[in-house]
């Protein structure tokens, strides 16, 4: 019997895409579809074994497909709890992301800066470098739009004021883009089609497309893809971002994940203190200061009472 293997030995490669078990993988030398060697299948399980944006070593296979044989470790990931009866799942939303880029629009629909704070929240928690993208600058005047988002970048979150209508800030956006793997998350509404389109045509209708499929199929089937940028680079659009909870998120370790609040805990006078009511508390004494800012307060005390 004629063995199926290449004479290629492994190939590295990126896992850009998957479903229902089968992973397209992007090579040097073009795409593979793939599946999980047997081997990588078996013992207990605690999490997704490959997910979009592992690197994979695959032997190619002579009727064009190919087996992952190895997955590489994983820099970081944004993962997902998954409740099941017999303990707690990882659910790998994308792995080894350089950045997070969360849009919201400036206007229509108004900005939701506690969802930010959420998602800002679930980067701190995942080691992720984020960036906020306020989205329709043509709506509002910019003192207006830096009245919402300009305390961000104090907090080392850069702020982009982009209106893909217009074409202001496109081009910071596509050099933020180019070269790295970015998870893309925001509301609904606030035109991140738009501004992919305008970064690179047709690439928004395509995220929308896959986006479109995954909601009428999601008792089903489950897609994840990584959308290639012309100047080198991907995007991931993870609308799931959305529904992540704080899964393992402590609400007395939540402070550490405000980067203006860290540093006071220690002044504060209770080592329990939660910062609500407390007598002597530093972190509401730098709210009445000026230096933390109470809306970012206010959604601190929000996601620490497991409010949305």
């Given at each position: 019997m004629r063995s199926t293997y290449s004479a290629k030995g492994l190939v590295p490669g990126l896992i850009v895409r998957a479903q229902s078990g089968f992973f397209t993988v992007q090579t040097e030398s073009g795409s593979l579809t793939c599946q999980l060697r047997g081997r990588l299948k078996q013992g207990p399980r605690l999490g997704d074994i490959a997910a979009v944006g592992d690197r994979v070593q695959v032997t190619p296979l002579t009727d064009g497909t190919g087996m992952i044989e190895s997955i590489e470790p994983r820099a970081r990931s944004l993962v997902r709890l998954d409740p099941r009866p017999k303990g707690v799942y990882q659910q790998i939303i994308l792995s080894n992301p350089d950045q997070a880029v969360f849009v919201f629009a400036c206007a229509n629909p108004s900005p939701h800066t506690r969802m930010l704070d959420r998602f800002l929240v679930i980067a701190e928690k995942q080691g992720l470098p984020a960036i906020v993208v306020a989205n329709k600058l043509d709506l509002v005047d910019r003192e207006e739009a830096e009245a919402t988002f300009g305390y961000y970048p104090a907090l080392g979150y850069p702020v982009l004021y982009i209106s893909a209508k217009t074409g202001e800030g496109i081009e910071l956006l596509r050099a933020r883009l180019t070269g790295k793997v970015s998870a893309l998350a925001g509301p609904s509404g606030v035109g991140k089609s738009s501004l992919l389109n305008a970064i690179q045509p047709g690439?928004?209708?395509?995220?929308?497309?896959?986006?479109?499929?995954?909601?009428?199929?999601?008792?089903?089937?489950?897609?994840?893809?990584?959308?290639?940028?012309?100047?080198?680079?991907?995007?991931?659009?993870?609308?799931?971002?959305?529904?992540?909870?704080?899964?393992?998120?402590?609400?007395?370790?939540?402070?550490?994940?405000?980067?203006?609040?860290?540093?006071?805990?220690?002044?504060?006078?209770?080592?329990?203190?939660?910062?609500?009511?407390?007598?002597?508390?530093?972190?509401?004494?730098?709210?009445?200061?000026?230096?933390?800012?109470?809306?970012?307060?206010d959604s601190y005390l929000r996601l620490r009472a497991g409010e949305e």
């Amino acid at each position: 019997m004629r063995s199926t293997y290449s004479a290629k030995g492994l190939v590295p490669g990126l896992i850009v895409r998957a479903q229902s078990g089968f992973f397209t993988v992007q090579t040097e030398s073009g795409s593979l579809t793939c599946q999980l060697r047997g081997r990588l299948k078996q013992g207990p399980r605690l999490g997704d074994i490959a997910a979009v944006g592992d690197r994979v070593q695959v032997t190619p296979l002579t009727d064009g497909t190919g087996m992952i044989e190895s997955i590489e470790p994983r820099a970081r990931s944004l993962v997902r709890l998954d409740p099941r009866p017999k303990g707690v799942y990882q659910q790998i939303i994308l792995s080894n992301p350089d950045q997070a880029v969360f849009v919201f629009a400036c206007a229509n629909p108004s900005p939701h800066t506690r969802m930010l704070d959420r998602f800002l929240v679930i980067a701190e928690k995942q080691g992720l470098p984020a960036i906020v993208v306020a989205n329709k600058l043509d709506l509002v005047d910019r003192e207006e739009a830096e009245a919402t988002f300009g305390y961000y970048p104090a907090l080392g979150y850069p702020v982009l004021y982009i209106s893909a209508k217009t074409g202001e800030g496109i081009e910071l956006l596509r050099a933020r883009l180019t070269g790295k793997v970015s998870a893309l998350a925001g509301p609904s509404g606030v035109g991140k089609s738009s501004l992919l389109n305008a970064i690179q045509p047709g690439l928004g209708l395509a995220v929308r497309e896959v986006g479109e499929a995954t909601d009428r199929g999601r008792h089903t089937t489950n897609v994840r893809q990584l959308f290639p940028l012309d100047g080198g680079g991907y995007v991931a659009d993870t609308p799931g971002l959305r529904t992540l909870a704080l899964w393992d998120t402590e609400p007395e370790e939540l402070d550490g994940y405000f980067p203006e609040i860290a540093p006071l805990v220690a002044q504060c006078a209770f080592s329990d203190c939660t910062h609500s009511h407390e007598p002597d508390c530093a972190v509401r004494a730098a709210v009445e200061a000026g230096s933390v800012q109470p809306e970012r307060y206010d959604s601190y005390l929000r996601l620490r009472a497991g409010e949305e």
